[in-house]
């Protein structure tokens, strides 16, 4: 799986060099293909509803409210606000998801924050940190 | 709305009383409760349409913890596993306990973990559904978090919805919890082995049942022994 999620962080740290197709094909392989069970045993938060597959790595911290799959990769540090839902998506390391987000069929590369509140967000790429929707659409990179 | 007032709603949402709204917020708080319902209604139509489109059989399972709504699956599913491709979609607080009980029987299964939630609503089938590829099945079982209160608030979109009691659970078990059977199109009383042991009055569950909801069908079992499996499986049509 280790293999696998960093040819697609490479892939993603230049997405431009890229077409739309690859990126869309690299995460339906992983999710279909590396992601066939849940981890889902040691995360703080309080009870969310997970649809597996799901798998959290270390120190994942988890809102209210939160549905988690089917089809989600969570990395190292991330936090998960109040009602976030996730769905066919990988979200990489040191990650912060604002409250009320929807994400689906979604990449969202190393150390990005999303401070934004209540907003869906689905088949794109996103890098960085954004308090604002403006902000966001220009970091957003659609695959699809 | 504000956040912290939404927030408000929500909770309230959760408890599920009406009776804990503040006066202020009652109005809302009455007004987000139809519109889930409506919601989890419409869902559920759509949920039956696309199921039916794919020549997909579909049953939602429901009962109380320790009922032996696994176990009759597991009996079901080793009779049926060569004649249907067969996909079990388990409801569970936590754990995938069942999902692995069911998978021995070589039948595909889907975990959901509810957490908080006590009970699987429209929108959870809609996700599994969704992300799968439909062509590979032609019958669906929905075994629900196990609880005898919950599931009646929300449909999910299944061509027949079965109730499992145990014998275990005493005689009013029935006449105590009157909306699943309502809703219901079969009532399993099963743990029938212990009969004997425990004297329970069958006959007032049956009767019950059928006071209840004079159109359902009533099948006693033992999962166990395997024991009117054959019955149960006539009785669903399948």
Redesign the interface.
């Given at each position: 799986m280790n293999k696998e999620l960093k040819e697609i962080e490479k892939i993603i740290s230049n997405v431009e060099l890229n077409s739309q197709d690859q990126i869309q094909n690299l995460l339906n392989n992983f999710l279909k293909n590396h992601l066939k069970r849940s981890k889902i045993d040691d995360y703080i938060g309080d009870y969310p509803t997970f649809i597996e597959p799901v798998y959290l790595e270390d120190n994942v911290r988890i809102g209210d409210d939160v549905l988690l799959g089917p089809n989600v990769y969570v990395g190292n540090n991330v936090e998960i606000n109040n009602y976030v839902e996730i769905s066919n998506s990988i979200i990489f390391d040191n990650t912060k998801i604002g409250e009320n987000i929807k994400l689906d069929n979604c990449i969202i590369g190393k150390n990005t924050s999303l401070y934004l509140k209540n907003i869906n967000i689905e088949n794109c790429v996103l890098i960085g940190n954004v308090i604002t929707k403006k902000e966001l659409y220009k970091i957003m990179f659609k695959f699809k | 709305m504000s956040?912290k007032r939404k927030?408000e709603v929500?909770r309230i949402k959760?408890l599920e009383s009406i009776n804990l709204a503040r006066e202020e917020v009652r109005d809302l708080v009455i007004a987000t409760k139809k519109e889930v319902e409506k919601d989890n209604d419409l869902l559920a139509e759509q949920i039956n349409n696309e199921l039916k489109n794919y020549g997909i059989k579909s049953i939602d399972i429901v009962g109380a913890i320790g009922a032996g709504k696994t176990a009759i699956l597991e009996k079901i599913g080793e009779k049926l596993s060569k004649k249907y491709r067969m996909l079990v979609i388990c409801g569970d607080?936590?754990t995938?306990v069942d999902a692995d009980r069911i998978e021995q029987h070589n039948i595909d299964t889907?975990?959901?973990?509810?957490?908080?939630?006590c009970a699987l609503n429209a929108y959870?089938i809609y996700?599994?559904l969704k992300?799968l590829d439909l062509n590979n099945y032609n019958l669906i079982f929905i075994e629900n978090v196990g609880n005898l209160i919950c599931p009646s608030d929300f449909k999910l979109g299944t061509d027949k919805r079965l109730t499992v009691v145990s014998i275990t659970e005493g005689e009013w078990v029935i006449e105590k919890h009157p909306m699943l059977f309502k809703m219901s199109d079969i009532a399993v009383i099963n743990k029938i082995d212990l009969l004997e042991r425990l004297g329970t009055d069958i006959n007032k569950m049956i009767k019950d049942a059928k006071n209840i909801n004079p159109d359902i069908k009533v099948i006693t079992t033992s999962a166990k022994e395997g024991k009117n499996i054959d019955n149960l499986i006539e009785a669903l049509e399948l």
């Open positions: - | 956040g927030q929500q959760e607080i936590t995938r889907v975990q959901i973990n509810t957490g908080r939630e959870h996700q599994i992300n």
